[in-house]
């Protein structure tokens, strides 16, 4: 059945095979159509059926949702910082009360494995609010020793209205570290959906807002240019968080320069392991596998997708990583059994042939492909792209250089430590990287010498809250994820100073 608009998203009626998700924007605590009462679909990947459909967001429905949350924003700012707080935990734990729900509708527009991904993601998701929710009194000001005769303080303010645009990896833990800190700071938010994964979003959104005062969280659906790029460049937005493609950061940026306001802006990745010769194989081939994100079919922006190994370790660490990755089962996204899903589009799914032909077609390289396309007639089997390693890559080929965002690592052996730290650092961006060593001054070394913003030793561990986050180059610019996240970027400063 098809859900009305204004109907509850959480819990559809009917038997679920048969339901499809109508989403609305989040406007003022309501679920609302567009004004121009336009629909676009959503399309589960892995089977090609629709999903159900999202509001189609303009100029107008932008509109009206930062109208919502600017009307919202004095009283949200005038409730003390712990009871932010204390209202977004309470959302997050509800929002582990429906795990299965949002999980299951993520695993649907996404086709990500819900085992795998998406419950994990709800999981960190609602850890992440509850992490910026006990954060509330810790937006302290300082007293400063200028003249004993006046009392100099500082006191840290909201912004105000703040857009948060997201893509569709892993569209709630992104917008959690985006949300969560924007709002304990006392801002009101509009959130910008993906266009291919709206539905999750909006679910686990408008749970969160039935915690939160009408407008404070306000969530529109719809494309780039006409919805994004308006919501930028209204006057009432005083920042702008988001995690994307570079070409769309860079434009970003420059709307958002137009207006002077902060933005805070996560974009690509191609991030460099490390592996030495005296590094413990077993783990090193567990950490390609967890930091090629091979379970989100390589959908994310810190995989570590430039693998170097050192030549005395090199055949048996593909060996390995081959045999590793070849275990992984790949099927339908709904399937307890299933590690490995779809990837997002067609779109995506072109640039990583793409990739995949240009490997073909270099010389000397070897092509190492972990899995076979499931064999399900309930499934469609356009969408799900073989895990492979690319091995023996030259360094200036585009397959070593360029953000592939799917299940493609390139593995190279290395002998010199100076080259091998040169090679990692040569890359315009600097997300994350890693080195796998039990030499410790080694490590000490790599780690102070990498050029990224996430540097591990002997793991590849995601996101995690409290650990800041951001990348270095044209990777972006600010954190996430830290308690400096949402005092750095999400509140502002004013000295004040006081005569008798
Ligand atoms: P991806 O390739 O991961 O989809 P994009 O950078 O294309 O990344 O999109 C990320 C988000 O940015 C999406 O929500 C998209 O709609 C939005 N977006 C795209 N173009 C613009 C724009 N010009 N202004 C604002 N948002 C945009």
Redesign the pocket.
């Known amino acids: 059945m098809m859900i009305a608009d204004n109907a509850d998203l959480i819990q559809p009626a009917g038997p679920e095979e048969t339901q499809t998700f109508a989403g609305g924007h989040l406007i003022e605590g309501q679920i609302v159509s567009a004004i121009s009462g336009r629909t676009f679909a959503v399309i589960n990947p892995a089977t090609g059926v629709e999903v159900g459909s999202a509001a189609l967001g303009d100029v107008h429905d932008v509109e009206r949702a930062v109208a919502a949350a600017a009307k919202a924003r004095q009283a949200w700012a005038a409730v003390p910082a712990r009871e932010r707080g204390a209202k977004l935990a309470r959302g997050a734990s509800r929002m582990i009360e429906k795990v299965e729900v949002i999980a299951r509708l993520l695993a649907l527009e996404t086709g990500k494995a819900i085992r795998t991904e998406c419950r994990p993601e709800v999981m960190t998701a609602a850890d992440i609010g509850s992490f910026y929710g006990g954060l509330g009194s810790e937006l302290k000001g300082e007293t400063l020793p200028f003249r004993p005769d006046l009392l100099s303080i500082t006191v840290r303010e909201p912004l105000g209205v703040v857009a948060a645009?997201?893509?569709?990896?892993v569209p709630l833990v992104l917008m959690m570290l985006k949300i969560a800190p924007a709002l304990v700071a006392g801002n009101t938010v509009v959130v910008?959906?993906?266009?291919?994964a709206p539905l999750a979003t909006l679910m686990a959104a408008r749970v969160l807002a039935e915690e939160l005062p009408a407008g404070v969280l306000n969530v529109v659906h719809g494309?780039?240019?006409d919805?994004?790029?308006p919501?930028?460049e209204h006057p009432l937005v005083a920042k702008v968080t988001?995690t994307?493609?570079q070409p769309?950061?860079e434009?970003?940026y420059a709307s958002a320069a137009q207006k002077l306001i902060p933005v805070s802006l996560e974009l690509g990745g191609k991030s460099p392991m490390i592996v030495m010769s005296d590094a413990d194989l077993a783990k090193a081939v567990a950490g390609a596998i967890a930091g090629m994100r091979f379970t989100r079919q390589g959908q994310s922006c810190t995989a570590a997708s430039r693998i170097y190994v050192h030549e005395t370790i090199y055949e048996a660490f593909l060996e390995s990583l081959a045999a590793a990755v070849r275990k992984l089962k790949i099927g339908n996204p709904l399937d307890e059994a299933t590690d490995i899903g779809t990837i997002i589009s067609r779109d995506q799914m072109d640039r990583i042939e793409h990739f995949v032909r240009l490997g073909q077609e270099t010389p000397n390289v070897r092509m190492i492909v972990c899995g076979t396309v499931p064999d399900d007639k309930n499934l469609d089997p356009a969408l799900f792209a073989l895990p492979m390693l690319v091995a023996d890559v030259p360094e200036d080929s585009p397959l070593m250089r360029e953000e592939i965002f799917g299940p493609i690592a390139c593995v190279v052996p290395w002998n010199d430590y100076e080259d091998v730290l040169k090679a990692a650092n040569d890359s315009e961006f600097g997300l994350a990287a890693s080195v796998w060593t039990n030499d410790l001054t080694k490590a000490l070394d790599a780690t102070r010498r990498l050029n990224a913003g996430y540097v591990q030793v002997n793991q590849n561990l995601t996101i995690q809250p409290n650990l800041s986050y951001g990348g270095f180059g044209k990777s972006g610019l600010g954190k996430e994820a830290s308690l400096e996240a949402m005092l750095e970027h999400f509140s502002r400063k004013k000295t004040i100073v006081f005569a008798g």
């Open positions: 645009i997201l893509p569709w990896n910008k959906t993906a266009e291919e494309f780039g240019p919805c994004g790029q919501l930028v988001f994307g493609s769309v950061g434009t970003i």
